[in-house]
């Protein structure tokens, strides 16, 4: 099992920033991807921005030139920052960590919300 919290999240004007974590604990393997998805009411959960144990990166098109994924393997912690952001970001943020090697562990976080005002 890997459990993931989440922390960051809240509200902000458009345009504004903020920068969202997520620290994983647990039985984690190594060779891993960890990334960050979101969910808008009434929406399907996206695809926000992945990024390997060995950093290599994948974006969804509206993170793209906005946001920036990073992670600390010491520390087993991924980052979000958001910049620009705009109302239609609004949504619940997840955190999902993914063991590489076998897909059945796959494991979501509680979420966090992020609200941005216009």
């Known amino acids: 099992q890997v459990q993931l919290v989440e922390s960051g999240g809240g509200l902000v004007q458009a345009g504004g920033s903020l920068r969202l974590s997520c620290v994983a604990s647990g039985n984690i393997f190594s060779i891993n991807v960890m990334g960050w998805y979101r969910q808008a009411p009434g929406s399907q959960r996206e695809l926000v921005a992945t990024?390997?144990?060995?950093?290599?990166?994948t974006y969804g098109d509206s993170a793209k030139g906005r946001f920036t994924i990073s992670r600390d393997n010491a520390k087993n912690t991924v980052y979000l920052q958001m910049n620009s952001l705009k109302p239609e970001d609004t949504a619940v943020y997840y955190c999902n960590w993914k063991n590489i090697y076998d897909t059945r562990q796959d494991y979501w976080g509680q979420g966090t919300q992020v609200t941005v005002s216009s």
């Open positions: 990024i390997t144990s060995g950093f290599a990166l």
